[in-house]
C-alpha cells in the first residue's frame, strides 16, 4: 500500500459535489480514505468565477501513481466534469494528485506544484499529512501551509457549509462497516434501539450506534479536558483593570436531567487585577464545561469559578441565555422561552455600579 493525498475543490453546485467526492473516494475498491480535512473557501483564480470549496484527504492505495490519476478523471467525469480548453473555468469537481509517497515525477505533475503556488492546496493538504517531507523541497507540507501565498482562504464554519452532506459525514457513512468506535457504548445504543421496538439491522441505522458514540463523545468531551490544560499559557501580565468581556459565545450542553440539548449564548466578564487571558480562551473555557451533563446554573457557576481560580481577578461575571429541547420539545413551557441564569464574584457581586454596568453591555438591565 501507497500513501498518497488528494487535492477537491468545487465551484459549481460545491455543497453538493465535495461531498459526493468524498463519497466516491471513499467507496472506490482501490482507495482507502484516511483522512478528510475541514472545508475552506477560496476566491477563484483568472477569472470572474464563484469562489470554490476546497479540501484535501489522505488516502492509501496500491494503484501507481499514474493509475491513481486516470481513476480520479474517472471519478470527475462520473460527478460531470467537462474539461474545457480554459484551465481556469468553473469546475464540478477537481481531483488533483498532491503527493504520493516520495514519487518526484515532472510528466505526471507529482507533488503537483501547486502546493507551493496556492494556499488553497497547501493548508487543506497541512490538515491531512502536515508532517510529510515534500520531495524535493526539504520541507514539510505543514511548514509550506504555514508560508502559503495567496488567495487569502476562509475556514468555512460547519453552521454555515450548507452542505448536503459534510465530508466528514460522507467520511463515516461509508466507513468500514465493522469499524468500531467505543464498543461498550455502542453495544448499550443498540440495545436502546431494539428496546424503542427498532430493528438495529435495518440499513439506515446500521451505523447509528458508532455515529452515537462518535457524536456523544465530542458533545461530552469536557469529562477529558482539565482547565489548566485549555488554559495552557495564554495568560499574561497586564496592568489593564478596565472590564474585559466577550458577548454571544455560542454554546451547547446537554442537561443532565434528560439528556438532551440545551444552547444559547454565553457572555463573560471579568476585571482583570494584573493578569489577562486570550479572548479565544474565555470560549474555550465555556466548552470544557459546557461540554457535559449538566444543569444551566451550575455550568454559568463553573464558567464563573474556572475564571476566579486562573486569573485571579476583582470579579468575574456570566450570563448565560440557553434554549432547552427538554422543555420545549415537551411541550411543557411556552415555546420561546429562554432561560437565563447568571453567575457573579468578586467587584461584580458587591459593586452595584459594576454590576450594573455589566448587565447593560449584556443588555439585560439590573436584575
Ligand atoms: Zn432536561
Redesign the pocket.
Known amino acids: 500500500m501507497s500513501a498518497a493525498v488528494v487535492a477537491l475543490g468545487s465551484n459549481v453546485e460545491r455543497q453538493t459535489n465535495l461531498p459526493a467526492a468524498v463519497r466516491a473516494l471513499r467507496q472506490h475498491p482501490d482507495l482507502t480514505v484516511t483522512k478528510v480535512s475541514c472545508i475552506f473557501e477560496s476566491a477563484a483564480v483568472g477569472g470572474d468565477y464563484p469562489p470554490f470549496y476546497n479540501a484535501a484527504v489522505s488516502i492509501e492505495t496500491d494503484l501507481a501513481p499514474a493509475e491513481l490519476k486516470s481513476t480520479l478523471r474517472d471519478i470527475e467525469s462520473a460527478l460531470g466534469r467537462v474539461r474545457t480548453g480554459d484551465r481556469n473555468a468553473p469546475r464540478t469537481i477537481d481531483l488533483d494528485v498532491t503527493l504520493y509517497e516520495d514519487v518526484v515525477d515532472e510528466s505526471l505533475g507529482i507533488p503537483d506544484p501547486s502546493l507551493t503556488e496556492y494556499s488553497y492546496v497547501a493548508v487543506p493538504a497541512a490538515e491531512v499529512a502536515r508532517d510529510w517531507m515534500v520531495p524535493g523541497r526539504n520541507k514539510t507540507v505543514g511548514e509550506i501551509a504555514d508560508e502559503a501565498l495567496p488567495p487569502t482562504l476562509r475556514k468555512v464554519p460547519m453552521a454555515e457549509q450548507d452542505l448536503d452532506l459534510t465530508p466528514e459525514d460522507a467520511f463515516e457513512e461509508y466507513g468500514p462497516s465493522d469499524e468500531t468506535f467505543n464498543p461498550r457504548f455502542e453495544a448499550l445504543v443498540r440495545e436502546q434501539l431494539e428496546i424503542l421496538g427498532e430493528d438495529p439491522d435495518r440499513e439506515g441505522i446500521q451505523r447509528t450506534p458508532f455515529r452515537v458514540a462518535k457524536s456523544m463523545a465530542f458533545l461530552t468531551g469536557g469529562y477529558t479536558q482539565s482547565l489548566k490544560e485549555v488554559v495552557n499559557n495564554a495568560i499574561f501580565e497586564s496592568p489593564d483593570s478596565e472590564m474585559v468581556m466577550l458577548k454571544d459565545v455560542e454554546f451547547y450542553s446537554m442537561?443532565e436531567?434528560?439528556m438532551?440539548p440545551f444552547f444559547g449564548r454565553a457572555h463573560v466578564a471579568y476585571i482583570p487585577q494584573g493578569r489577562v487571558i486570550g479572548v479565544s480562551k474565555l470560549a474555550r473555557i465555556v466548552d470544557v464545561y459546557a461540554r457535559r451533563l449538566q444543569i444551566q446554573e451550575r455550568l454559568s457557576n463553573q464558567v464563573a469559578d474556572a475564571l476566579m481560580e486562573c486569573l485571579d481577578p476583582l470579579g468575574v461575571g456570566v450570563v448565560m441565555e440557553a434554549a432547552?429541547l427538554?422543555m420545549l420539545m415537551r411541550g411543557v413551557q411556552k415555546q420561546n422561552s429562554e432561560m437565563v441564569t447568571s453567575a457573579l464574584r468578586g467587584s461584580f457581586q458587591s459593586d452595584g455600579r459594576t454590576r450594573g454596568e455589566f448587565m447593560n453591555l449584556v443588555g439585560h438591565g439590573l436584575r
Do not use: R, V
Request: charged share 0%.
Open positions: 442537561c436531567h434528560h438532551l432547552h427538554c
